[in-house]
């Protein structure tokens, strides 16, 4: 028994340095968010005008900040019951960071061509988005089951409880992302419009006692 | 109550890291802000007329500069209190992040529109960008207040006298920025200086004792 | 013995603010790509023409993205064997930093190129990226090459092993970007594609075992 | 004795934090500096010749990235004698990252007038990157001598010879950049070169001692 807690810190450093590079991408990915709201032409009108037809672009701004901030949170519950890390999971971690940051361009789309845009190019930059997140949901699910299959790189004494109500939960992720991608071609503002009330849900629906966190 | 440090640790490395990534939106957030100011073009006169022709991207640079710099002082003043979290205070410091990224649009507002607009132009950028102060002032005491609520996330036996005076602190900041928002419609570059002035004061102002931080 | 323990304490905490640093720049460096793909005009045609004629926009991301995580792979595989750093291990590492930070230009240059040019264009841009990538393979070397030379700065009992095995992996880099490079001149495309393959393999090519990360 | 080190530890937490902050910007400032090498238009001619017709712009990122390097390994030099921060020092610190950020803009100048342009723009250009230089080297004084007055922030058994000998090495930054501004004005190519090697003999000038650094 002290053996294997001697033989872990040296993993354990290794997750928390993984964490720590993954924190990175997400912290950078999320600010850089803002550079998709450009300066508004003034056109001969005031520039508080402008800014208001720029409500688009602050909408695509404040779904996507929320949707990456409930990845990020994601990201650290499943971190929780890791102990160990191999090449594999490394490299499964890394191509869900290349989706995280890759929501930059679906939401750069949606910025330029939210407003003034005919309905095609509404629909497909908001199936875009949404398509990204289902992307996003799915790998979370490939990387998590990667990780608890026959407790792979979970610690000795594993809660198997909060791991399956882990699996279920993000199981549910790339059905409902799935559901606001379909509604992405009847209705691009309700997907959209979706998208920021799942954030917020998600965000805020996680058990409440504080030492859950 | 060796339990309790016990328990207290996973809770306290959640704080941490929460802190971590939080600092680093505020790092990427603070260094993006240079990026506004765009390599002039010449117009047929010297590189230093054209360089100083562009003294207010350099002034709304330095004051948005200051500003985040002081709310990630605040920040950090906040969290030192902090010894638990929940989702709700995970969601609510996740609001003020937002804003604090966003300070980079109306910053990037008035580098470009502060010289040769005319004075709506000018009053509605450097009004926005005081708005975004109050609102993140009023997000700082959002946050603050969810948590001390009920010592709902403080430590056992938290410091009462400084919970009280960071309280009435923070209840400044909204009134004061409100002030400069008020002043914006008066005149804008009285506002501005203001805000740089309040940057600067907010942070000497802290008790001069080292162990005081 | 217990001596040589303290004394190794703050040297530790040294190359782990380096790698911490390091990591920094890896990660914004990575996520920085993304502002690569640019949003494509309509031309008259639909958004969903436009984003399929960006494919290899797509593809050099994908192959940047797996470069960059797999150089972050072995910077950390090369720090578990340090203990001690100088000013001149500071600077190489700094070297290797900015090649790892440069390979964004030859990305950009891709992104733009890769499609309508004529073949010189696209071969040139891909044969920058390949010549990007092998200095920064033999940069890896020279950092390594300088940290073992008669264990200058391992730890006092070093897995010999292990670092033989490092040599002669990191040999191999250079040689095969090499290839990558020498390729891109008969088909610009299979070198990209063969650097990006290169990635994949180099990323689950390591021992599996998860206690050997 | 046991006091002193109970009373310290989250004073070393704070410089810990600041560190943590500094270092990201320092992070974020020198990776940022890719960006300002932009993708050439071809012109009629080849990639090639267009890349090679670019050399200044390589020659100016490869001088600021060599410069904030430096920067950052003095930064840490500093922080290795501090023990203790207060508000001023926190602002100080504030001033100085915001003058390392602002080395972005000068080297966007640099990168865009430094060929074509009639020479009065190349001077000016490559002296007002030596100016932020000179701008910074007396920050770290500033910053420094504020630190060590009668061992305001240093730990209860400075080293003495330590201190010094850094008080003397800092005095020495101003005049060594100032003399790259003044040649600026005579030769702004020997200027800019003379910066380049300044930062590598400052990088590699350090005690080779690997217990030193």
Do not use: C
Not at 43 to 64: K, M
């Amino acid at each position: 028994m002290d053996m294997r807690e001697a033989s872990e810190a040296p993993a354990k450093k290794e997750t928390g340095r993984l964490e720590a590079f993954s924190d990175g991408v997400f912290a950078i990915a999320i600010t850089l968010l803002i550079l998709n709201i450009e300066v508004p032409p003034l056109d001969g009108g005031t520039l508080a005008e402008a800014i208001l037809r720029q409500w688009p672009a602050f909408l695509a701004y404040g779904v996507a900040f929320l949707a990456i901030l409930i990845m990020w949170v994601n990201h650290h519950t499943l971190f929780r019951h890791i102990r160990r890390i191999d090449r594999a999971f490394l490299m499964l971690n890394g191509l869900l960071l290349m989706a995280v940051t890759f929501v930059n361009y679906p939401t750069a789309l949606l910025t330029r061509y939210l407003v003034g845009s005919d309905n095609q190019v509404y629909t497909t930059a908001v199936a875009f988005l949404s398509a990204t997140f289902v992307l996003i949901a799915i790998l979370f699910n490939v990387l998590w089951r990667y990780a608890v299959y026959h407790d792979r790189l979970l610690g000795p004494n594993p809660n198997r409880a909060a791991v399956e109500t882990i699996s279920r939960q993000y199981l549910l992720g790339p059905l409902i992302y799935g559901v606001a991608l379909v509604l992405a071609f009847f209705s691009p503002a309700a997907s959209l419009i979706l998208n920021g009330l799942l954030a917020i849900y998600f965000g805020f629906a996680g058990r409440s006692s504080a030492t859950e966190m």
